[in-house]
């Protein structure tokens, strides 16, 4: 079955940056598109950014200048590079995909900007 496990999460200060990587199996990775989503408290679950199979990418509006999404496919992971954190992007931050067994998400990863 498909498993995403997201890691890379923590408590930074605004401005600092974080890495997120998402390790998947159960699934061919390298024919779907990896997306990474965020839900703050109290909010909806929000898409942040998409990589692609043929390597393009994309990104929300909030996102755009900031963050970079990449995927390794022989290592079967999507990360998504955050610079320039502000205590607006504070959430769990998901990775999911979407195959012929349906819409899988990682367990989440929390990011925290705080001073």
């Known amino acids: 079955q498909v498993q995403l496990v997201e890691s890379g999460g923590g408590l930074v200060q605004p401005g600092e940056s974080l890495r997120l990587s998402c390790a998947a199996s159960?699934?061919?990775?390298?024919?779907?598109?990896m997306n990474w989503y965020r839900q703050a408290p109290g909010k909806q679950r929000d898409f942040v950014a998409q990589?692609?199979?043929?390597?393009?990418?994309y990104y929300a509006d909030s996102a755009k200048g900031r963050f970079t999404v990449s995927r390794d496919n022989a290592k079967k992971t999507v990360s998504l590079q955050m610079n320039r954190l502000a205590p607006e992007d504070t959430a769990v931050y998901y990775c999911?995909?979407?195959?012929?067994?349906?819409?899988?998400w990682g367990q989440g990863t929390q990011v925290t900007v705080s001073s």
């Open positions: 159960g699934f061919t990775f390298s024919s779907y598109a």
């Open positions: 999911n995909v979407r195959t012929g067994s349906g819409n899988s």
């Open positions: 990589a692609t199979s043929d390597g393009r990418t």
